[in-house]
């Protein structure tokens, strides 16, 4: 709150000047501060003086006007220091403040007492979800350097890592998932007062999260394996979020196929909750007929997802005409037109740009491959139709054998395949959920997959989380707390994870040295970076010089 004064200018030249008491807000939709005035004392020359000072009066009786103001804190002087090194901490930072404020230890250490979870542990399974979500932003031994030498902690003490941390963390998960997710979904949904009346169960194969990342398309080519995977698999990953996407548990349900027991289990499990209704989600590629003949017999709701291109769903139902309709950045849909024998209580066409661009760059990628394999065939100039190259089920598409034998582009299908790109049709047995409903769950299945296929290419969690073809319990916790904390932080802030770190990520501490005398500083904060600190509600930690 201040006195501020304003001018205006007359006609005839003359300047007049009023006097005002304001003070700054911020505007709430655009963010920026401007100035909203409380009082106007009118004009200057006819101020009342007698009055300011009746009011400064007033004041003093509550400041002492004679003390001299507190100084700001100077900023560290690290112009005669050396610099030694420089670390990324943006990232951390959040998932810390996010660990912390949500009071995670405590939850730890009442889901698993007796015995306690000692200190040790708790940074280690911290350092062990840090080291997971960051990557590839962070390197593996960044993280442990952060953690371990005091950055993050209120004392600036040295932290213990050691390889028997890691154990000791991992094994006292083991077996009290259920436990721990409990207590830390509870408080959770107290800070953020989520609305549990609808629950989306998202089912997702194992096989989709045991992939093995020794492939040299997954190593160069990250979405090169954003489709589930051909063959059965040893198990199914039921996970349970609210509509806004926050994770309320996981359940493994071992076997080639879901029975109404497992059902059962899964839905005993959310009773605590008291959800007014469950959804479950799946793709027909992945989970199969069994699951959908499961849950149909069990009297459960569900939405059955599959890809536009599908022929089976083609002869189903048709693209209407005109646009998408708008759901989010990355959702649109529309009601497509169903044929008579279409056996389905409701349906609704869905399109993700997100996923279209990833099948585009998944086809250049394909065709790429093929027209090197034909060039190679072409040149050996062998009519031998053994000694022709095999090709792998997704080139085949775009294969196609002309009239003198020879194996050409088909570039009819690829043209029908680029009109279907990111386009699913869903179906649900139950005609009462809006077509919105149907959409957004849909969407939140492929986005918690593709969030457990990072995560099953990073380095850290393979060799952590044993995510190996058993699929451990602290294996699962380990990747619901990583959910959890993303799916948060992107709520909180509109953006995505990958954009997220890599702008937090631009953030460093910086330590100078000189002599035995350390010092800590960290980089300016950019326009994007106090807008994210801002929104998360995350203050710097203040480190302070250490001799």
């Known amino acids: 709150m201040y006195l501020r004064t304003i001018k205006r200018k007359n006609k005839d030249g003359s300047v007049v000047e009023y006097v005002q008491l304001a003070h700054n807000v911020r505007h709430p939709v655009k963010g920026y501060s401007k100035a909203e005035v409380i009082h106007s004392f009118g004009r200057r020359e006819q101020l009342d003086v007698d009055g300011l000072k009746r009011l400064v009066a007033s004041i003093s009786r509550f400041v002492d006007l004679d003390e001299t103001p507190a100084e700001p804190p100077a900023r560290p002087d690290t112009s005669c220091m050396a610099f030694v090194r420089s670390l990324p901490v943006g990232g951390i930072l959040i998932l810390h403040a996010l660990w912390d404020r949500f009071g995670i230890n405590a939850c730890l250490q009442k889901a698993l007492a007796p015995p306690s979870f000692s200190a040790s542990s708790q940074n280690a399974l911290f350092a062990l979800v840090a080291s997971s979500a960051l990557a590839p932003f962070a390197a593996e031994q960044t993280i442990l350097q952060i953690v371990s030498e005091g950055f993050l902690a209120s004392s600036g003490q040295r932290i ?71 063959g059965p698999s040893n198990g199914t990953l039921a996970l349970a979020v609210s509509q806004m996407g926050i994770p309320i548990g996981c359940w493994l349900m071992l076997g080639h196929t879901i029975d109404t027991d497992g059902i059962k289990t899964v839905e005993e499990n959310l009773m605590p909750w008291s959800p007014r209704r469950i959804v479950w989600v799946m793709d027909r ?31 189903a139902a048709t693209m209407p005409k005109g646009r998408f309709k708008i759901l989010g950045p990355d959702l649109q849909f529309k009601a497509p037109i169903l044929k008579e024998d279409a056996p389905c209580g409701q349906c609704v066409i869905t399109y993700h740009p997100g996923q279209a661009a990833m099948d585009r760059k998944a086809r250049q990628h394909h065709l790429r491959r093929l027209r090197m394999q034909l060039e190679n065939w ?68 492929l986005d918690i997959d593709q969030i457990y296929r990072e995560l099953k290419r990073t380095e850290a ?39 997220l770190c890599r702008d937090m990520q631009g953030l ?31 203050d710097l930690p203040q480190i302070h010089a250490s001799a």
Request: charged share 25%; hydrophobic share 40%.
């Open 285 to 315: 590629p992945a989970t199969g007929d069994a699951l959908q003949n499961a849950l149909q017999q069990s009297g459960c709701t569900y939405i059955l997802g599959r890809t536009l291109r599908d022929s089976g769903m083609a002869q």
């Open 160 to 230: 213990s890592l050691a390889d028997r941390h890691f154990d000791h963390a991992m094994d006292m998960l083991s077996g009290h998932i259920e436990a721990v997710q409990q207590e830390i979904f509870r408080a959770i949904a107290s800070h953020l007062n989520l609305d549990l009346d609808l629950v989306f169960v998202d089912l997702i194969p194992a096989s989709v999260l045991n992939d093995r990342i020794d492939s040299p398309i997954h190593k160069k080519e990250p979405w090169a394996s954003h489709h589930y995977a051909d």
């Open 508 to 538: 460093h501490l910086g330590e100078f040295a000189d002599g035995n005398r350390r010092m800590f500083k960290y980089t300016a904060l950019t326009a994007t970076q106090k807008k994210i600190l801002q929104q998360l509600r995350i």
């Open 378 to 445: 072409n040149k050996s100039k062998t009519t031998d139709n053994a000694a022709r190259p095999g090709y792998p089920h997704k080139m085949e598409r775009y294969l196609k054998i002309s009239e003198k034998k020879t194996p050409t582009i088909n570039h009819v299908q690829v043209r029908q395949d680029e009109k279907q790109d990111g386009k699913y049709l869903l179906m649900s047995n139950d005609h009462r959920l809006p077509p919105e409903t149907l959409a957004r769950g849909h969407k939140q299945l």
């Open 461 to 499: 969690q393979a060799a952590w989380a044993s995510l190996s073809d058993d699929f451990t319990d602290p294996g699962m916790l380990l990747a619901w707390l990583i959910l959890l904390l993303r799916r948060i932080a992107e709520l909180k802030t509109g953006l995505s994870w990958k954009d």
